[in-house]
């Protein structure tokens, strides 16, 4: 599991930056083919960023999250990017064939009177490459990305899979764009109460003043270029749009074409719109 001699990725204890041992253990399985990194529970300081490289899993421990429960599991501590929304300073880069799964972020630094720009938590292939094939992130918690998921407009590739993620991304929750061929993304979960339920420092206070931010300004879903790609089983409460279907950001003239269908909105001010 690309631990130490017991086992563990350096410290857990939620003040030791841990950046360069798990980049150093993510590349040492690279090396070799590939492998999982595994994070058992616990809180990890990564101040830095991380590439995942092709065929290697970056996996700790996970329980669905429940609204009013606090997260448990692995939790990983984000601060980099402060004030950005450049992809190019994503937390996680994700190589083709590698996957992202049993983790939940979290970002301290956010505070929910003072919401900030950050950039995306993980972005599915690298800039200005087309053929990030087959990256999957499944099991996930964004407690308060500002962004959640990305797969861009500067880059492409075919079939990711987005599967049971959940909680309170503030602008947004995930975006779809540049998929050559079928992408899969189910079973999401997006409401204001992942965070303000969380326990976390500076966790809000349901139904206060962030509530209404992400009501006038949060997306859960945004499609734009899939070539027959699904979304199912969504549920997303309080957004200013629950899904947002709409034209490439690179690809001129490319739209969303796909099946979107067992979708929940509540509460949203535009469930579905259709630019």
């Not at 492998?35 to 995942?52: A, D, E, I, K, N």
């Not at 190019?88 to 720009?117: A, R």
């Not at 206070?205 to 699904?230: C, H, K, L, Q, V």
């Not at 309080?238 to 739209?255: N, V």
Request: charged content about 15%; proline content about 7%; hydrophobic content about 35%.
């Amino acid at each position: 599991n690309g631990g130490d001699s017991g086992g563990r990725i350096g410290s857990s204890d939620g003040f030791t930056d841990v950046t360069t041992i798990i980049q150093e253990r993510i590349d040492a399985l690279a090396a070799i083919g590939g492998g999982t990194v595994f994070l058992p529970q616990g809180r990890y300081v990564v101040r830095g960023s991380l590439t995942l490289r092709k065929g290697v899993i970056l996996r700790g421990e996970w329980k669905k999250p429940v609204k009013g429960q606090a997260p448990e599991g692995t939790i990983l501590m984000v601060y980099k990017g402060r004030g950005s929304t450049s992809e190019n300073l994503s937390f996680i880069t994700m190589q083709p064939s590698s996957s992202v799964q049993d983790m939940i972020f979290w970002y301290p630094e956010q505070i929910p009177g003072n919401i900030t720009p950050y950039p995306p938590t993980i972005v599915l292939g690298e800039p200005d490459y087309f053929g990030n094939d087959y990256c999957n992130v499944k099991n996930i918690t964004l407690v308060n990305s500002f962004t959640g998921i990305v797969y861009s407009s500067v880059n492409g590739g075919s079939c990711p899979v987005l599967s049971h993620i959940y909680g309170t991304p503030l602008s947004l929750g995930i975006e779809i764009d540049n998929i050559a061929d079928v992408g899969r993304v189910d079973k999401i979960h997006f409401s204001p109460q992942y965070w303000s339920h969380s326990g976390l420092p500076y966790a809000p206070s349901p139904g206060s003043a962030f509530e209404d931010w992400i009501f006038n300004n949060g997306t859960g879903i945004a499609m734009r270029r899939n070539d027959w790609s699904y979304a199912c089983f969504v549920n997303i409460e309080g957004y200013h749009k629950g899904l947002h279907l709409a034209p490439s950001g690179g690809t001129s003239g490319a739209a969303p074409n796909g099946h979107n269908y067992n979708m929940v909105f509540k509460n949203c001010h535009t469930a579905m719109y259709f630019e």
